[in-house]
């Protein structure tokens, strides 16, 4: 009977083993041996991440598609794409909507995955050769990506930049109020209804921080429980740091510092969270005047950090 115990306890034991290697293996793992725990980890290093320029990535919902952007040494922004085929993923190629004239980057893939959003300078038409920033999107549908489009009012009269959505279509984008220069700028946000978008408005001061300069790349959650933006402060930890705020009721918390877990003494920006909840991806680099940028895309386990400051907006 005492042997007949140990052994249940050894099977379960080993059950448990078994299922949290399962609960690690997903195909974003696919790219490395070391999967990301407490510390961050070069995504996808010498194929995704590469001694160009890399940020900003985005995933399909079943994380079999990808599209990131890079910059090589002395060029513009392109947007890349990689599939997953027959359990291992392609190489790097460039989009299938890279344009002839101006250029691509930030590209996200809304939380149903029937939308692909990307900034861009190419010309609006054959007519309109001023090359000014807009959002584009591209639908999904059985035969693949449609043909790109610009984006409507009342997103094509303005700036806006690293635009994200939430499950019920809400969008959370950089912007500026007129006459306001881009480090005046921050965190904005328009609701989605009846399938139509009104005004624009700027978030609160409770993510639009006093002091917080340079606010930009908001990453909202699907189902808008936190966002996530970067910005430079005095009281951070390098250039550029990851801030979290958390939908609490409707109210969002006061944004957070991601920590050091995520921020160093380098820039960090661009966040974005993999479909299942598990990663968070965040470019990581060094800017040196009048020298080209360099920097990766990174990832790290996003689970225990946003437990841990999430309890702390109810200490």
Known sequence: MKFLKTLSKLTVLLILISSCKEEEKSN???????????????????????????FAITFSPEMDEMFFTRRQPESSNEIYAIKLVDGAWSDPELAFFT????????????????????????????????????????????????????????????FVMYLTSSANGNLY??????????????????????????????????????????KAHPYIAPDESYIIFDGESDSGFGDNDLYISFNKNGSWTEAQNLGPEINTGQTE?????????????????TYIEDEEKSGDIYWIDFRPIMERLKGKTSE
């Open 99 to 158: 344009p002839e004239k101006g250029w691509d980057f930030e590209p996200h893939i809304n939380p149903k995955g029937d939308i692909l959003y990307f900034g861009s300078i190419r010309p609006l038409n054959d007519t309109i050769e001023k090359r000014e920033l807009h959002q584009w999107y591209s639908e999904k549908n059985a035969n693949g990506w449609s043909q790109p489009v610009p984006l409507e009012a009342p997103f094509k009269d303005r």
């Open 269 to 285: 920006m661009c966040a974005s969270v993999s479909p299942d909840g598990r990663y968070l991806f965040f470019h990581r680099g």
């Open 28 to 54: 974003l793992t696919l790219f490395s041996d070391q999967v990301p725990t407490d510390t961050a980890l070069v995504f996808g290093e010498g194929v995704v991440s590469t001694d160009a320029f890399e």
């Open 173 to 214: 984008f950089t912007s500026e109020e007129e006459g306001e220069g881009h480090d005046d700028g921050g965190i904005y946000n328009a609701m989605r209804k009846e399938g139509q978008y009104g005004s624009v408005n700027r978030m609160g001061e409770e993510i639009n921080l006093k002091g917080l300069k340079l």
